[in-house]
């Protein structure tokens, strides 16, 4: 398995305004991805993270919402940008093991918008 | 598009007695499926997954079954504790996709 840290564990914001957060793991993985949890429910893939390029979104996600960044094999960023309380959710970084296919997740961010 | 169901949303459970989660998927072109724990204020935990050319995996405690005739899956927790509490996730690996897609969780509940 890895160790996978993200940064900020919570936060609460205003509306309007963007949060970055950070998803750290402690050795080189080849996939990295970002999930949104709402409230009380499942986990929705918002985008594959890829490395060296542009990342790869999902239906009903776009980047200028979402932008993604990933500059190298063990770190990646999701900005939630121009916040609304419908935002207001657990953000997930998830990496798959080079070559094993398991998925391993992050703590998550619990962001609240105001 | 394609989803994965679970049955129950509450499965409640005696202290010591074997559970059973169980999970519906509707494409057949999965071909990779993981079990999920996820307590309060966690991230999803990996319990364990099978691959579509086999229909039984074993962990400590868990099994996982795969029925791909009828699309379904099943969790058993052998031997439930107080620690099994928790709600469990289901999620499919959509063959050529590397994103998983998640059931809608079934939340165990071990009564002592």
């Known amino acids: 398995s890895a160790v996978i840290s993200q940064k900020p564990s919570r936060d609460i914001c205003q509306r309007g305004t963007s949060l970055t957060i950070q998803c750290q793991v402690d050795?080189?993985?080849?996939?990295m991805f970002w999930y949104r949890q709402q409230p009380g429910q499942s986990l929705t893939l918002i985008a594959t993270?890829?490395?060296?390029?542009?990342?790869?979104?999902e239906s009903g996600f776009v980047i200028d919402k979402f932008p993604i960044s990933r500059p190298n094999l063990t770190f990646s960023t999701l900005t939630v940008s121009n916040m609304s309380p419908e935002d207001s959710s657990i953000y997930l970084c998830?990496?798959?093991?080079?070559?094993?296919?398991?998925?391993?997740f992050g703590p998550g961010t619990r962001l609240t918008v105001t | 598009g394609e989803s994965v169901g679970l049955h129950l949303p509450t499965l409640s459970v005696q202290e010591g007695d074997n559970s059973i989660i169980n999970c519906a998927y509707s494409?057949?072109?999965?071909?990779?499926f993981i079990w999920y724990k996820q307590e309060s204020g966690k991230g999803p935990q990996f319990i364990i997954d099978i691959r579509s050319n086999m229909d039984k995996r074993q962990g400590q405690r868990v099994t996982v079954l795969l029925n791909k005739t009828v699309k379904h899956l099943s969790l058993q927790i052998a031997a439930t504790q107080p620690g099994d509490s928790a709600v469990y996730f289901c999620?499919?690996?959509?063959?050529?996709?590397?994103?998983?897609?998640f059931g809608k969780g079934t939340h165990l509940i071990i009564q002592p």
């Open positions: 050795s080189q993985v080849t996939m």
């Open positions: 993270a890829n490395q060296g390029s542009e990342a790869t979104y």
């Open positions: 494409n057949s072109a999965s071909d990779y």
């Open positions: 999620a499919e690996n959509v063959g050529g996709a590397d994103g998983l897609t």
């Open positions: 998830s990496v798959e093991m080079t070559g094993g296919g398991e998925q391993y």
